[in-house]
């Protein structure tokens, strides 16, 4: 039921949610996509009502599908049912839906690029952005220092991020620590579930049923981390509430409770998706969970927006004043405009206080540098091998103090099968070299390689010592 109504959620919040690989602006305005605008089909004969119908029904069948490949042994194969799925179909709509599903089991199994073909939400010019930072007296700022200077004097920080792409995870985990060192004492994550929360505080480390996005590593990393480095880790998502107001409020009211309503002098970091951390305005027709929450605890959060000035696939699905600032200041880190009194710019006033602009992607042996979470991951090179010619093949890594139910720190995967050959007989793409590369804090691991039937065809350990280059 949850990923039903999240799903509902983003095809009424998203401006453009269409896999990469279509025509944005023509598949959207075909089936009435162009959610935030409300725009709707014109000339196809397709009401409201029934583009809404059709959206719920492949929605609805996305689900069964999902369900029936997570009852495969292990991510591969569970991955390699969900691509069968996409490939055997070609009604739009549920491809258009099913893609956000498949681009889930993408990033869970390290294929991020995959994930961002599959599936990507445009972000085109709306009558609401603010002027581009380029027309004024603004200059760039390292994002992570502005951040800092910006929550120095906050009780939360709330930071968003988009569910397929994992890029948008990236700063918060790295900004942890040192919103740790601040006197920041509490992590709210909105993948966590209720009823696993105290498990996992005692545990110490996330597991598949922690919650549905820690099935992915970097998501996995930032939880994990949270905990060794002393937050009180907090769930909070009210799903079971329904949709709109009711969700929004009873989230807001169990941060609320957990947090301040037994520590007052609590400090907060929240992450949760898109415009759930909005502080105004209409969110599903009605408030949104920060909005709620600042009203319940009398806390105005800073609110990091990190959706919208990404880099896609396809350079048209970029915000214009995406593209201008990259052209501009060609970045290598994250990075945040402000004025000469260190206001921060937005791209939505009044909705969020500041947005991250993230570089584009450079590739490494098939993975996104940002993997590395701004260097402190070091690389550390896989190569067939592993796979004793049983492809294609998931590798991942475990803490070596974490049991075999631990969400893995990293993971890829090597598929060695003709370029050429169907897409149905391919497991993600750009791994055809059968070389490749995790990205791991220093540290011990098990090294596991796992066939598409869900065997451990081998096993190593490996241990990365800081500033370790790849072998």
């Known amino acids: 039921m949850k990923l039903r109504l999240l799903l509902s959620c983003l095809l009424l919040a998203a401006p453009l949610a269409v896999p990469a690989d279509d025509n944005p602006l023509t598949e959207a305005a075909r089936l009435g996509l162009l959610q935030r605008a409300q725009q709707l089909p014109t000339g196809h004969g397709v009401t409201p009502a029934e583009w809404r119908r059709r959206q719920l029904a492949a929605a609805d069948k996305s689900e069964r599908i999902m369900r029936r490949a997570q009852e495969q042994p292990g991510l591969l194969a569970q991955y390699l049912a969900m691509r069968a799925a996409y490939d055997g179909s070609d009604e739009r709509m549920f491809r258009l839906v099913f893609s956000q599903y498949l681009s889930w089991f993408q990033t869970w199994i390290g294929d991020y690029d995959g994930a961002e073909r599959s599936f990507s939400i445009a972000q085109p010019a709306q009558p609401d952005d603010a002027a581009s930072p380029l027309a004024g007296a603004w200059r760039t700022r390292a994002a992570d220092e502005a951040i800092l200077e910006l929550a120095k004097?906050?009780?939360?920080?709330?930071?968003?991020?988009?569910?397929?792409?994992?890029?948008?995870?990236?700063?918060?985990?790295?900004?942890?620590?040192?919103l740790r060192a601040q006197g920041y004492t509490h992590f709210a994550a909105e993948t966590l579930y209720l009823e696993q929360a105290e498990a996992l505080r005692k545990r110490g480390y996330p597991v598949s049923k922690s919650g549905f996005y820690t099935e992915e590593p970097i998501y996995a990393e930032m939880v994990r981390a949270a905990q060794r480095l002393g937050y009180i880790v907090v769930a909070y998502d009210a799903e079971e509430a329904g949709t709109g107001d009711a969700r929004e409020r009873a989230s807001a009211q169990a941060l609320y409770d957990q947090v301040f309503g037994s520590n007052p002098d609590a400090r907060l970091v929240v992450n949760a998706g898109f415009g759930h951390i909005q502080k105004s305005g209409a969110y599903l027709g009605g408030s949104s969970m920060a909005k709620f929450f600042a009203k319940i605890a009398n806390v105005d959060p800073l609110c990091v927006e990190q959706?919208?000035?990404?880099?896609?696939?396809?350079?048209?699905?970029?915000?214009?004043?995406?593209?201008?600032?990259?052209?501009?200041?060609?970045?290598?880190?994250?990075?945040?405009?402000?004025?000469?009194?260190?206001?921060?710019?937005?791209?939505k006033p009044g909705l969020y206080d500041?947005?991250?602009?993230?570089?584009?992607?450079?590739?490494?042996?098939?993975?996104?540098?940002?993997?590395?979470?701004?260097?402190?991951?070091?690389?550390?090179?896989?190569?067939?091998?592993?796979?004793?010619?049983?492809?294609?093949?998931?590798?991942?890594?475990?803490?070596?103090?974490?049991?075999d139910d631990a969400v893995a720190a990293d993971r890829t995967v090597l598929d060695a099968i003709d370029p050429s050959a169907p897409t149905t007989q391919h497991a993600p793409a750009d791994h055809g070299s059968a070389q490749s590369r995790l990205y791991l804090y220093p540290g011990d691991y098990r090294l596991s390689a796992i066939d598409g039937r869900g065997r451990v065809v081998s096993s190593q350990s490996a241990t990365i010592a800081p500033g370790t280059a790849a072998p």
């Open 153 to 178: 004097n906050r009780k939360a920080v709330f930071f968003n991020e988009a569910h397929s792409a994992p890029l948008t995870r990236t700063l918060t985990a790295e900004l942890l620590a040192r």
């Open 307 to 347: 959706t919208m000035m990404i880099p896609h696939v396809r350079s048209d699905q970029d915000h214009p004043w995406y593209t201008a600032a990259m052209q501009a200041a060609h970045p290598a880190q994250p990075f945040v405009y402000v004025d000469a009194a260190g206001k921060p710019w937005t791209l």
């Open 354 to 403: 500041v947005s991250v602009f993230f570089p584009p992607t450079a590739q490494i042996d098939g993975r996104p540098d940002w993997v590395s979470l701004g260097g402190i991951r070091q690389p550390h090179t896989v190569g067939g091998d592993l796979c004793r010619n049983r492809f294609p093949c998931l590798i991942e890594a475990r803490y070596a103090n974490e049991g």
